[in-house]
């Protein structure tokens, strides 16, 4: 097996450029989403709100996409360990947990649908599918990253001293693991 040593450290910082354009993008989602709650917050104060419980959907899938990152994390740590039968192991099973999670919002929202909260209609819905379609919107970017990443691993390309890609993806996973429960604890306690 070749060892590929990564090159793409930047000559001025010493850091990785895809990593360096991994957090840009990360704080540019960041934005996004403050944005957008924070037209939450407002919109809901103006009046005319509908108050709805969220389907139970959006806390089963709030447990998967925890599991899913902690799958992550042991594929990324069995990787560095070169223990390559756990790396594929976790790296499938994560990237099984992210469509089930895709899944289970998909669930949610025909639940809402049912209950008669559209996306059209009153703001509190549009909202509540514009934060969980965003969501799940990157979520499809981390899905296609795992792929490219399982496949990686089942190749056997990362190991001890070539893990930047999957750890790239990790970062990702994991900042959309926080993403999510931040949105669904705005959602369901704070706003």
């Known amino acids: 097996m070749a060892t590929v040593i990564d090159n793409d450290k930047n000559t001025y910082t010493g850091i990785p450029t895809s990593k360096m354009l991994l957090w840009i993008g990360i704080v540019s989602i960041i934005m996004a989403f403050a944005g957008f709650t924070s037209g939450y917050i407002v919109r809901k104060a103006e009046g005319n709100w509908v108050e709805f419980n969220l389907p139970r959907a959006f806390t089963i899938s709030t447990i998967i996409i925890l599991m899913s990152s902690f799958t992550m994390q042991m594929a990324y740590i069995a990787v560095r360990k070169n223990n390559f039968k756990n790396a594929k192991t976790f790296a499938i099973t994560t990237l099984g ?3 089930a ?3 289970s919002q998909f669930y949610a929202w025909n639940v809402l649908v049912d209950n008669g909260i559209f996306f059209v209609g009153n703001p509190s819905g549009s909202f509540l ?3 969980s ?6 979520l499809v970017g981390g ?3 795992l792929i490219i990443v399982s496949v990686k691993t089942i190749q056997e390309k990362y190991n ?4 930047l890609g999957i750890e790239l993806c990790a970062t990702y996973w994991h900042f959309l693991d926080l993403l999510w429960i931040y949105l669904f604890v705005f ?3 704070l706003a």
């Open 101 to 103: 999670f895709v899944f």
């Open 97 to 99: 947990l992210g469509l």
């Open 129 to 131: 599918y514009v934060l």
């Open 143 to 145: 899905i296609i990253a």
């Open 133 to 138: 379609g965003l969501h799940v919107l990157h």
């Open 160 to 163: 001890s001293e070539n893990s």
């Open 187 to 189: 959602v369901a306690y």
